[in-house]
Structure formats: C-alpha cells, structure tokens
C-alpha cells in the first residue's frame, strides 16, 4: 500500500489544522492505520491509531482531548483533525498502515506516507 499525507502547514497555538491520508494499491481495509510525529531533533513518536473499521481507536496522552483520529474506508483516507494546537505540537506527521494487531509503536508499522510538516508559532 501507498500512502500519501498532506493538509501539514502553519497555525497559530489555539487553532486547528487537519491531516489526511490517502492509500492507494491496496485495500484500505486490510490495515490499521496510526500517526506518528517527529519533532526536529528527536525520535518518532506515537499520535494516534485506528483499526480497521473506525471503531476503536488509541491517542498519546499529550493529545488526548485535542486530536481526534478517523478513517472513511469508502474514500481510502485517514484523517487527524487537530485543535488547540500547541507550540510542543511543531513537527512532521507521518501516516502508517500495518497489517496485523493495533500498536502504538512505530518499529511495528510496516508502510509509512511521506510525512507533512506541522508548525504552530505560540
């Protein structure tokens, strides 16, 4: 599977920006599907995942409340809508697609978008 992030740009803290990512090459439904993050300077870190349905879903604690992850399995797309955004947010978004069980960490995603990048001035 393919995938391609977009919807990354600049936003002032309090505000809002939403990511998506589209899959192609695959069938979206085979594949839980997560976001991580990477801040300049420091490791990939985990956002938010979802299965494959939509149903269940699991956020980092520094995200709770503010993000909010889904997935519309008609248009092979995931999205990340972000509000409240903070400074600490400023990073590259990746999307990831794994094939087996639902996982926070990024050594166990198999297929990773391009990332977009997200910078939130304070």
């Known amino acids: 599977v393919q995938l391609q992030a977009s919807g990354g740009g600049l936003a002032q803290a309090g505000g809002s920006l939403r990511l998506s990512c589209t899959a192609s090459g695959s069938i979206f439904t085979r594949y839980i599907m997560g976001w991580f993050r990477q801040a300049s300077g420091k490791e990939r870190g985990f956002v938010a995942t979802i299965n494959r349905s939509g149903g269940s879903t699991d956020y980092a604690d520094s995200v709770k409340g503010r993000f909010t992850i889904s997935r519309d399995n008609a248009k092979d797309t995931m999205y990340l809508q972000m509000n409240n955004l903070k400074p600490e947010d400023t990073a590259v978004y990746y999307c990831?697609?794994?094939?087996?069980?639902?996982?926070?960490?990024?050594?166990?995603?198999?297929?990773w978008g391009q990332g977009t990048l997200v910078t939130v001035s304070s």
């Open positions: 990831a697609a794994k094939g087996d069980f639902v996982s926070t960490y990024a050594d166990e995603y198999e297929y």
